[in-house]
């Protein structure tokens, strides 16, 4: 299988507090995992992305772990702010190339 | 960063007309890709190309086609549109499929079919 499950679709979280979004993937030879970014009415962007000969990496308030056994990874941002209100979307690459995305989640930060 | 330039940025069409999208990278990039976003499905993949007249079906192809007339422009042709291909249209570059190999997005094709 090549799906990628994204929960949740949309997610209302306090300004300051933190925001975490789960994927799984079903094929266990997933090597790489990225994460974008879509702010209204712009294109999707790069933000993180993790390997998966890598357990944790974190970037600038974003952190992304993967479980490899239990084929789930996922992002957490700390410290939300405004800005941070946007679509995001997680991927998973497969060994022949085609990267699968998730359906999405709206992020909304309340002041 | 990478330029990925498509065109036209809003489309409507009726049912059964025939739709082209341009896509054009300036980066040299071997990938091209077509992907369409719509609301509880995210990105999903029609048709991508390693090259000049390369083609590589998606996961979502049925009622389109694209060709890569060069290593810089890969179009979407729609040729008897129907409402259900509404959609927005993203087209993306890379430079290969490996791990770690970044996708840049052009800033998207609304296409209303009415």
């Known amino acids: 299988g090549e799906q990628v499950e994204q929960l949740p679709s949309i997610l209302r979280v306090q300004e300051g507090s933190s925001a975490s979004i789960n994927c799984t993937y079903e094929n266990s030879a997933s090597n790489y995992f990225p994460w974008y970014k879509q702010e209204p009415g712009e294109n999707p962007k790069l933000i993180i992305d993790i390997r998966s000969n890598m357990e944790r990496k974190q970037t600038q308030g974003l952190i992304v772990l993967l479980d490899k056994k239990a084929k789930r990874f996922s992002l957490h941002i700390t410290d939300t702010q405004p800005g941070d209100s946007a679509m995001y979307f997680c991927a998973a690459r497969y060994n022949q190339g085609k990267l699968i995305f998730g359906q999405g989640t709206k992020l909304s930060i309340k002041p | ?114």
């Open chain 2, 1 to 114: 960063e990478a330029a990925v330039t498509q065109s036209p940025r809003n489309k409507v069409t009726v049912t059964g007309g025939n739709v082209t999208l341009s896509c054009r990278q300036t980066n040299s990039h071997n990938y091209m890709y077509w992907y369409r976003q719509d609301t509880g499905h995210g990105l999903r993949l029609i048709h991508y190309s390693y090259g000049a007249g390369n083609l590589q079906i998606g996961d979502v192809p049925d009622g389109y086609k694209a060709t890569r007339t060069t290593q810089e422009d890969f179009f979407l042709l729609l040729e008897l549109a129907s409402p259900s291909q509404t959609s927005l249209y993203f087209c993306a570059s890379s430079d290969g499929q490996g791990a770690g190999n970044t996708l840049y997005f052009g800033e998207g094709s609304r296409l209303i079919v009415v």
